[in-house]
C-alpha cells in the first residue's frame, strides 16, 4: 500500500491520520473526551 497516498489524502480532506501508535492512541483519546 502507498502510504504517502493515504496521508496525502487525509491531508487533502482534513480527516485525522495516525501513522504511529503514540498518535494514534493520542487522536483516540482525544476523540473520546470530546463525547
Known amino acids: 500500500p502507498d502510504i ?3 496521508v496525502r ?3 487533502v480532506h ?3 491520520c ?3 501508535t ?3 492512541r493520542l487522536l ?3 476523540l473520546q ?3
Open 4 to 6: 504517502n497516498a493515504l
Open 9 to 11: 489524502a487525509c491531508d
Open 14 to 16: 482534513n480527516v485525522p
Open 18 to 20: 495516525a501513522t504511529n
Open 22 to 24: 503514540a498518535t494514534a
Open 28 to 30: 483516540l483519546r482525544q
Open 33 to 35: 473526551s470530546q463525547h
